[in-house]
């Protein structure tokens, strides 16, 4: 079915069919072929990443190694490249279709290295909890996009979800105190951005959510596109393989639900302006 | 054709069918289904379990974080009904004829705890190199036999391997001098036994290797059997999920393959008798 996603549901409203739509709202998450949405995602992105990754500064940061490097954010903001394809219509399309129709704009954006032999963990968490104290974003109205820019195998540490989590609400979680090993000096934001997770769901409501719903991790070749909510819970392992696995991520806000916090954290994690994107291309993104 | 491993093959030396043996000869590695070489092989060892895990002392390895068991070694020395395990008609029927018909003793053997939430990984590496700089072991003629306590998925840190390595002779490594971090007080011998290797096959080898042959990562019931060559390059990821991974393993050794040099690794890590063993049972193990 998802090879029918971009531009042939006649739905004019988005290129994602019913059932495309009803599957997201059921598990949480919906993985799409490449070319589905837009087809230069994955070469725009992959040629904009060797500039992103070597820009030294406080968007980007390291592994636990202190070496490699593990996210740069702020991509929609320091790139107009992929700051554009945060904008091609069908992508926007597809993420209205999934919000409800609401106009949207990019509240974070990032790269996932995932290095090969390197690229740490990330522990089991759901995202929104992140948005919703660190920026005041009133309700969890939001979209993951995650373009993969490498192909995505068991062995490269994929995404795994628990699908259905996303409806579960804000769960069990202990907030870990303090900065995370090897982050000693780091700003205070920092601690939300590494392998050791700040808001640690309850390792026995982790279990009880994988037996009763299982457990799942999209894999597919470089330009899937892999759209999940912020309320999932998810986690990946580290990629101790010798290819790499980066993703690049636009989390993408109802303008509706704009931070009711601002200034706490670096405008590279918190979209300071807010503006409604408009779309470039046509909606079919070919 | 796995199904038919256990005693049907009419072969008197045992119950591997001459596809099964070509299998482990091409790949360096062989996965059982449950009940193919001993029927009560899981029973026995997951009774053992709570005893052994709870017995303190140098044979217990923790995992970094200084709590979590990582291994427990010498359990074939320690621990009678795992002493009778490994004597099982039809798995030293089925080691035999992996080893060219040689008598066997068990070298060293251990659990692999890989704990839920905590069990951490094990780098790149092949097991013989510690047996020869460790023990003096002539040649490669050993054979581990991994018994999987739990079901091993894609999600609980699976053994990966490159298929075909264990005929590639000593790979590549850097000896990693000094004591892994979490470690440093600790006897010589565990920095071989820690999720930092002490020899470190180079990235490019395993990269060029990986991508001439692929990985893979078996996976089935507990109760499953995975039969490995001593060369073969693998690897395993950190267990992130909520499920357990633990894993029996035995290292057959030929005993004209004893060892050169004796005393300097505890008992636990080198049987110092390398006696024949004698089989118990039938050798269709039922």
């Known amino acids: 079915m998802t090879h029918d996603a971009a531009g042939t549901s006649g739905d004019r409203r988005g290129p994602l069919t019913p059932e495309l739509i009803a599957q997201y709202h059921r598990d949480g998450f919906l993985l799409l072929p ?20 070597t820009e030294d500064g406080p968007a980007r940061v390291l592994e636990r190694d202190g070496r490699t490097v593990r996210s740069v954010y702020g991509l929609h903001r320091s ?33 996932n290295v995932k290095a090969p032999f390197a690229g740490d963990q990330w522990e089991w968490h759901q995202d929104y909890v992140y948005w919703l104290t660190g920026d005041g974003l009133p309700r969890p109205d939001l979209l993951n996009v995650a373009v993969f820019l490498d ?47 700040k808001f640690r769901v309850r390792h026995s409501v982790i279990e009880e959510l994988a037996r009763a719903h299982g457990m799942v991790s999209p894999k597919g070749p470089a ?42 954290r670096p405008d590279f994690l918190a979209d300071p302006e807010a503006v409604a994107l408009q779309p470039i291309g046509t909606p079919a993104g070919r």
Chains 1, 2 share one sequence.
């Open 34 to 53: 490449p070319g589905s949405l837009a087809e230069d995602l994955l070469d725009v992105a992959t040629a904009a990443l060797p500039e992103v990754l």
């Open 79 to 111: 790139h107009p490249g992929i700051a554009g394809l945060t904008r091609r219509a069908a992508l926007l399309g597809a993420v209205r279709q999934l919000l409800d129709g609401s106009d949207v704009y990019v509240h974070q954006s990032k790269v």
């Open 151 to 197: 192909e995505v195998t068991e062995f490269n540490g994929p995404l795994t979800f628990v699908p259905g989590t996303h409806t579960a609400g804000l769960l069990a979680s202990v907030d870990a105190q303090g900065m995370p090993l090897g982050y000693e000096d780091a700003p205070a934001w920092v601690a939300t951005l590494t392998a050791d997770e």
């Open 223 to 264: 330009g899937s596109v892999l759209l999940f909510h912020p309320n999932i819970l998810h986690s990946s392992a580290a990629n101790i393989s010798p290819f790499g696995r980066a993703m690049l991520m636009f989390v993408y806000n109802s303008v509706t639900n704009r931070p009711e916090v601002t200034g706490r």
